[in-house]
């Protein structure tokens, strides 16, 4: 949407608003604007020349932000806002621009705004799951790893540090980052992350038993958490509690795909086996720039209702997900009828499976199945359409390798 406005001189050193109309499910908002300023800089001060300040009310008339002539781009919305302006649900309605007409030559000016909506849409988000900061024992602080982030092509990251969550308090915000809260609970009997509740402890994360270890999670979940078990089958830090129910997701790719990974796979798919319905995340467990283990390596790809974080946790949950070696990895989705990657559905005569992979290079793909595992096709570049039948199956999930090294893998599809 585009906006033509001329302020004459007559308006100088005065404030109003302009309206405009804002449809449903908006999900950002970002305003745009530009005029004639014969004169920039330092010089603007003292020369004649055009200044027009800017701000933003919502269809309630409630005050947003004012930002003066200082950003030429604003952007408010339910999952960030720019510096200055107020995180709020974009609402349907009338909203109203405040302009500022702090300094106006004898002619006039015009100024055209441009005003851009983002819409509430599902959409294919790729983020690293596990991260530490200067928090913990990182590397980066939570601002420094943000611009890493997108430097990186993220759209979400879970700061997830050694038993504390006073940073969940104090996020940095950025355009297009969403930073989803988490805690990684550190015990000597094993890792798991604590996702979306800022504070996921009562008091401490001190359990030494393992009734007080359930205690601790069935708190964290009535908090709003949902738990991931990491790195199961490390060497150094492997998961070695009895209970495997108290987690809710499986970590099966923790940093550069390894042995540890790949045993962690198989100990999922025999979870699966077993009738356990439980979805997969894959993070870096990033600390510093500088080493094996890089920020984005591997990521998850969520199919999540927006950006924001609570959205991507969710997607997550019901395990609307894959797990890629990069931002640049395969880009994955199963699906069969209407129902895909962590759905349950029930079987049909002559309904396939569908398969549908993009960026592969020269890669192998596999389904894999409760009763076993098969090629769909070998060394594929580029693009994959293709569908293939199974019958009586419980679960199936696709796996993608290169040179027999797993490269990305699916949450499965549920068969009743």
Not at 162 to 191: Q, S
Not at 219 to 230: D, E, L, M, R, T
């Amino acid at each position: 949407m585009k906006l033509k406005h001329f302020i004459p001189k007559s308006k100088e050193k005065t404030y109003y608003t302009i309206p405009f109309e804002v449809p449903e499910n908006v999900e950002r908002i970002t305003v745009r604007y530009d005029y004639k300023r014969p004169v920039r800089g330092a010089l603007a001060d003292i020369l004649p020349t055009n200044t027009v300040d800017i701000g933003l009310a919502d269809n309630n008339g409630d005050f947003l932000g004012w930002s003066g002539s200082a950003h030429k781009e604003i952007f408010v919305g339910e999952f960030g806002a720019s510096a200055g302006y107020l995180q709020r649900r974009t609402e349907a309605g009338t909203w109203s621009i405040i302009v500022g007409a702090y300094r106006i030559l004898d002619e006039g000016v015009e100024v055209e705004y441009d005003i851009e909506f983002e819409y509430r849409k599902k959409r294919l988000l790729l983020g690293d799951t596990h991260v530490h900061t200067t928090a913990s024992d990182g590397a980066l602080d939570a601002y420094e790893l943000g611009k890493l982030a997108l430097k990186k092509g993220l759209d979400f990251v879970a700061l997830s540090n050694h038993n504390n969550y006073a940073e969940n308090f104090c996020l940095p915000r950025f355009k297009n980052l969403t930073f989803v809260p988490a805690v990684e609970w550190t015990h000597y009997r094993g890792h798991m992350n604590f996702y979306g509740a800022e504070a996921p402890f009562a008091n401490s994360f001190v359990a030494n038993t393992a009734d007080e270890m359930r205690a601790l999670a069935e708190h964290a979940k009535k908090s709003g958490a949902f738990i991931s078990v990491n790195h199961p089958k490390c060497r150094f830090c492997p998961y070695l509690w009895e209970d495997e129910n108290v987690f809710d997701m499986v970590e099966v790719w923790n940093g550069p795909m390894s042995e540890r990974n790949e045993k962690a796979i198989l100990w999922w798919t025999e979870m699966l086996k077993r009738g356990r319905r439980i979805p997969i995340c894959g993070g870096s467990d990033f600390h510093r720039p500088r080493g094996a283990v890089k920020l984005g390596n591997p990521v998850t790809g969520v199919y999540a209702e927006s950006r924001g974080a609570r959205d991507v946790l969710e997607a997550l949950a019901q395990g609307h997900a894959f797990v890629t070696g990069g931002t640049r990895g395969a880009r994955l989705l199963l699906s069969y009828g209407e129902a895909s990657m962590g759905d349950v559905t029930s079987q049909h005569e002559g309904t396939p499976l569908r398969i549908e992979a993009s960026g592969l290079r020269s890669e192998d793909v596999f389904l894999v199945t409760d009763k076993g595992v098969r090629s769909v096709k070998k060394n594929v570049r580029g693009d994959l359409r293709t569908e293939i039948f199974a019958e009586n199956i419980i679960f199936a999930y696709l796996i993608i390798k290169k040179r027999g090294r797993v490269t990305a893998l699916t949450n499965p599809v549920y068969f009743r």
